[in-house]
């Protein structure tokens, strides 16, 4: 049932369920506070759907979910993409590497998304070898920068190359991420569709390339604001 219907005595021009808040994330990502991201029923769906896209999955897709879920990392790449592209989810109760091989090999898993210490226990781990994971075609990694080693070490043991990415919960949270068949290693590659990235100094003018500078983003998927910053419990973006 919508949060809000006429029946509730609104009426229809006041009533738009896409920009309706769907969740409330909390993050401390840009300063120590933590803050409610306050993220739309239209915000989450449109970064799942175009995150898919970037990564080209679809409905033959089997995902593997190991991530808590109340993280919008996991919330999107693990839950509500491949729930919106009609593909098969797998959830399990906790994270091991023998876990990781046991369920790839049962459901021939074809996409993995996880954190860089993930990474680094697979690549360490004597439970799980390529064999293994042959049918996955997408390691993705989010919530942390991942190291240059993990990278190495991971397409070493394992033949394949990790997409990095990159995001914040206030953007639900998909921003960027490296495309199959061009996958850069320390780079957390291009924008997905539908997002708009600049990289600006603390006047907001753009800087050159190779030029340090703060990220500003722009998109449907970016939230309506922090909850409860202001007495109307909206803070505009």
Not at 76 to 100: D, K
Not at 164 to 183: D, K, Q
Request: with cysteine; proline share 3%.
């Amino acid at each position: 049932r919508p949060v809000r219907t006429k029946e509730d005595g609104i009426g229809d021009d006041q009533v738009n369920e896409m920009c309706d808040v769907a969740a409330v994330l909390y993050t401390s990502g840009t300063t120590s506070c933590a803050k409610g991201a306050m993220l739309s029923h239209e915000n989450l769906i449109s970064n799942a759907l175009n995150f898919s896209e970037a990564v080209e999955t679809n409905e033959r897709d089997v995902h593997l979910c190991m991530l808590p879920m109340s993280h919008s990392f996991a919330a999107t790449v693990c839950m509500n993409m491949p729930l919106l592209t009609g593909a098969t989810l797998i959830v399990a109760q906790r994270f091991s590497p023998s876990a990781v091989a046991h369920i790839c090999t049962k459901y021939n898993v074809t996409t993995f998304a996880a954190v860089p210490s993930m990474f680094a226990m697979l690549n360490s781990s004597d439970r799980i070898f390529t064999d293994d994971v042959k049918t996955v075609k997408r390691w993705i990694s989010g919530g942390a920068a991942l190291p240059q080693k993990v990278f190495d070490d991971f397409e070493n043991k394992f033949k394949s190359r990790i997409q990095e990415g990159y995001g914040l919960t206030e953007a639900s949270p998909v921003v960027c991420v490296n495309r199959l068949g061009a996958i850069r290693k320390g780079s957390v590659g291009q924008t997905i569709p539908e997002v708009e990235l600049r990289i600006v100094d603390d006047e907001f003018n753009l800087v050159l390339g190779g030029s340090l500078g703060q990220i500003i983003v722009g998109g449907k998927g970016v939230m309506k604001g922090y909850f409860n910053t202001l007495k109307d419990g909206l803070c505009s973006v």
